[in-house]
């Protein structure tokens, strides 16, 4: 199901102001989580040890490493 909502009269400024920021912190939070796991992947597939999100926080990969691991399948 999918709601859909309209401005009131002279609110479209804010709300469009409120939707930028909104979207801001989203794709920031998808970019973080996304590294998070790819950590976890890489640690997980490549190195053959289990690491967990707790840790993978704290870690850092190199760019040969991001590369070598495919999120989409996972």
Do not use: W
């Amino acid at each position: 199901m999918q709601d859909s909502y309209r401005c009131d009269e002279g609110m479209l400024p804010r709300a469009l102001e409120v939707d930028n920021i909104a979207c801001y912190k989203l794709v920031a939070d998808m970019h973080y989580k996304t590294r998070i796991q790819a950590i976890v992947t890489y640690c997980s597939h490549i190195e053959g040890r289990k690491v967990k999100k707790e840790f993978a926080r704290n870690m850092r990969l190199m760019r040969e490493q991001f590369l070598q691991v495919n999120i989409e399948h996972y």
